[in-house]
């Protein structure tokens, strides 16, 4: 699943997201749980653009959420 894949419970960072992760790593020169998440980011990126090519099957619900992942991915990797 993309979003428990993008969320971790009980994260420190931000909302837990990967993409906050990403600004803190990016902000600080630091990784974050000792691994870095810019490659996560582009591999999760190019999985949500494939599901929202083919969104005809998705619900409203799941429109709205591949549109939301993909802006916040967008902006932290354009470094907003």
């Known amino acids: 699943n993309i979003i428990k894949d993008l969320y971790r ?10 993409m906050d992760a990403y600004r803190y790593e990016q902000a600080t020169g630091l ?5 870095t998440h810019g490659q996560k980011l582009l591999d999760y990126r190019r999985a ?3 599901l929202w090519k083919d969104r005809s099957n998705l619900s409203s619900g799941d429109k709205q959420t591949v549109k939301q992942l993909l802006k916040d991915i967008q902006n932290a990797l354009s470094g907003n």
């Not at 009980?10 to 909302?15: I, R």
Request: net charge positive; aromatic share 0%.
């Open 31 to 35: 990784a974050v749980g000792g691994r």
């Open 48 to 50: 949500l653009q494939k």
């Open 9 to 18: 419970n009980g994260a420190k960072m931000g909302s837990g997201s990967s």
